[in-house]
């Protein structure tokens, strides 16, 4: 009921958005009886993969390390609606909402009641432009909002990544560049099995709240070249946290998270270099693909974290293009065992456009992670993938949209892939999953 509660609200809000012209003209006397008429603005994302693996369902294994071409299981979807509900001069505001909904679509009839669907409230936000006299162009926002998210689509990655509900200024014009800044709310939850449910004083519900201070200055240093730099505060509060014993006695600090990146062209290549350092409760997002998410599961008190992304565009010809992601990330202490993870990863994506509408595509991921223990033991786990797809598109870029694509995927890890691993069988030992996988399907995509 709570899934279709939140879906209905979801929607009222958007059909407010859509209502008629008359209902949300704006009368106003102020500026000579001017009136406005509303805009309606419809965006979306789509993602869905169908097929068939060695074990008959479609394996998902590792997307954001080892690239998610053949590597998706899932649909998932976003509606965007968005309306300019006044503008005047320079001055407009302007309402923004959007819905998601992820199911495994492996059947007909997926609804709420047996947990097929999850929907989500992603965003619903006002963003006012042009109230500044000084500065037309910077925006004051507030609501719950995507906020200025960092992506890096093959790996399906956000390494910056600071969203929930919130407020700020941004775009504002200082010197050469623009400046931004916003407090946002993004909470650690669900973490009940640390706190002893004995206790007296333990309520069930065992949140960390966390109000994250994010600071960005974009700029162009020279012709041809843009960078960036951005600066985020976490100030964790324990107000749903219970007084009751505490199993791991995990303590919860302010934590700093600092990105910096500058992307260059060279000839028909576009490169972009990310450095990012993170202390405690940031310190893991270098290691697992994060872009902000604040540990509160792990020791993190002296814990850093450190990464270095290189991400490439190449169109080598009209019809052969490249795109690629290089990660190294590095954390230290960020358990209560663990000394340090070193982490490396690349993948690669490779398009050759054999018309108008129809390309070939082979994608080449790999990735290792060493994790030393204060004990000296080392773990290690990595794998690689091998896509080789025919995909339809509109266009020639890489990443024209939208896309249908016909693939088979090898897959190969340090653990199981499957998901039957460690299954009892009828003798009662156990039969461990295949560390050596397949893909045959279909995935689709599409962005508006």
């Not at 653990?415 to 893909?439: A, H, L, M, R």
């Amino acid at each position: 009921m709570k899934k279709l509660s939140l879906l209905a609200a979801s929607i009222a809000s958007c059909l407010l958005i859509a209502g008629t012209n008359t209902a949300f003209a704006a009368d106003d006397t102020e500026n000579n009886g001017a009136k406005f008429t509303p805009t309606f603005d419809f965006h979306g994302y789509l993602r869905s993969g169908i097929g068939v693996s060695r074990d008959g369902g479609l394996t998902e294994w590792s997307k954001t390390y080892l690239g998610r071409l053949g590597n998706e299981k899932d649909t998932y979807g976003e509606l965007e609606f968005g309306s300019e509900l006044y503008k005047f001069n320079d001055v407009s505001f302007y309402l923004d909402t959007m819905i998601s909904a992820v199911s495994d679509g492996f059947k007909d009839d997926e609804n709420t009641k047996n947990d097929d669907v999850d929907f989500g409230l992603r965003q619903l936000n006002l963003q006012i432009k042009g109230l500044l006299p000084f500065d037309k162009e910077a925006v004051i926002w507030g609501g719950k909002r995507y906020y200025q998210r960092k992506d890096i689509h093959i790996i399906d990655t956000k390494y910056l990544n600071i969203s929930g509900a919130g407020a700020g200024i941004e775009n504002l014009s200082i010197g050469p560049g623009k400046f931004s800044l916003a407090w946002i709310r993004s909470d650690a939850n669900d973490f009940d099995y640390r706190y002893d449910p004995n206790s007296s004083n333990f309520d069930g519900k065992v949140n960390v709240n966390v109000n994250n201070i994010d600071m960005r200055y974009a700029f162009a240093p020279a012709q041809g070249l843009w960078a960036e730099i951005a600066a985020v505060y976490a100030i964790p509060t324990q107000e749903d946290r219970p007084k009751g014993y505490t199993i791991d006695n995990i303590t919860f600090d302010n934590s700093l998270f600092v990105t910096g990146e500058l992307g260059f062209p060279i000839g028909n290549l576009y490169n972009k270099i990310v450095l990012q350092y993170g202390d405690k409760n940031f310190a893991h997002n270098a290691v697992d693909q994060g872009g902000g998410w604040y540990d509160a599961w792990n020791f993190a008190e002296n814990a850093k974290g450190y990464r270095v992304i290189d991400t490439l565009d190449w169109y080598i010809t009209d019809k052969l293009s490249l795109t690629g992601v290089l990660t190294y990330g590095y954390a230290q202490e960020t358990g209560k065992y663990i000394d340090d993870i070193d982490m490396y990863q690349a993948v690669v994506r490779g398009s050759y456009q054999l018309s108008q509408y129809v390309r070939v595509l082979a994608e080449v991921g790999g990735y290792n992670k060493d994790t030393t223990y204060t004990d000296g033991s080392v773990s290690e786990e990595g794998g690689e993938k091998y896509t080789l797809a025919l995909a339809f598109a509109p266009g020639k870029e890489i990443l024209s949209r939208p896309e249908l694509r016909l693939y088979a995927s090898y897959l190969h890890s340090s653990e199981p892939v499957n998901e039957y691993y460690s299954v009892p069988n009828s003798s009662g030992s156990t039969i461990n999953g295949y560390t050596d996988n397949f893909n045959v399907g279909v995935q689709v995509e599409a962005w508006w």
